[in-house]
């Protein structure tokens, strides 16, 4: 299985709403990373798990806030969201770059969100 | 780890060869470099990845002159399939879990 798998692909929600993304892999994978995409732009990093702890904060605001329950799983909950926000939300995991592992990125789909 | 600079687009023609070069001069010494590529709507997915020198694999070739400054996607006999955006990025061997930063990327338009 070399799968990172995102659920919702789609959600749509108010500025009042309270809702999580879900990231999803089996792989192994003791990091995980949570990228934020606008539409002709690159990923923007936002958040990095390594070994189920939080290692990277980019300066993300609160209304965001990730959650690593075990190995596997990866959630970005979202509360009381700007229309700015909305934008195509990635999950990553990588391997450990050691032992002759490449470290590559492994993506999900994303999660296309959309902040009415 | 090395900012990264690449040409904004590129065009090219089905059956010519094409190579993105990706200029990283600020690398050190425990940086790799790595290419994805990105389809509109899904996520970046790994082409190849190099430290020194030449690797191929069975879709792209990666050069990478000594000084390592710089260094070269090769996709050879271009399809209308690989139209997409080119990123390379710039890690660090030693650093697990660390911040990879994407730079604008390539995006790549094949014409029939």
């Known amino acids: 299985d070399t799968e990172v798998t995102q659920t919702p692909k789609h959600l749509v929600m108010g500025m009042t709403n309270k809702k999580s993304l879900k990231c999803e892999q089996h792989?192994?994978?003791?990091?995980m990373y949570w990228y934020k995409q606008k539409a002709k732009k690159p990923p923007e990093l936002m958040f990095v798990?390594?070994?189920?702890?939080?290692?990277i904060n980019e300066s993300v605001p609160s209304r965001f806030s990730p959650e690593c329950p075990n190995s596997s799983l990866l959630n970005l909950h979202l509360h009381a969201l700007q229309p700015e926000d909305s934008a195509l939300y990635l999950c990553?995991?990588?391997?450990?770059?050691?032992?002759?592992?490449?470290?590559?990125?492994?993506f999900g789909e994303g999660s296309r969100l959309t902040v009415l | 780890l090395a900012k990264t600079t690449q040409p904004i687009s590129m065009d090219s023609y089905e059956g010519q060869e094409v190579n993105i070069t990706c200029s990283h001069n600020?690398?050190?010494?425990?940086?790799?470099i790595t290419w994805y590529q990105q389809f509109p709507s899904q996520g970046p997915r790994f082409i190849i990845q190099?430290?020194?020198t030449k690797v191929t694999n069975e879709v792209a070739s990666l050069f990478i002159p000594a000084d390592r400054k710089s260094s070269t996607l090769s996709l050879p006999r271009v399809s209308l399939s690989d139209t997409a955006v080119y990123y390379c990025?710039?890690?660090?061997?030693?650093?697990?879990?660390?911040?990879?930063?994407f730079g604008p990327g390539t995006r790549l338009s094949v014409l029939p």
């Open positions: 190099g430290y020194k």
């Open positions: 600020n690398i050190a010494t425990n940086d790799y």
């Open positions: 792989m192994g994978h003791r990091a």
């Open positions: 990553a995991s990588s391997q450990d770059q050691t032992g002759g592992n490449t470290g590559e990125l492994f």
């Open positions: 990025l710039v890690g660090d061997m030693e650093n697990y879990g660390q911040n990879f930063v």
């Open positions: 798990y390594s070994y189920e702890k939080l290692s």
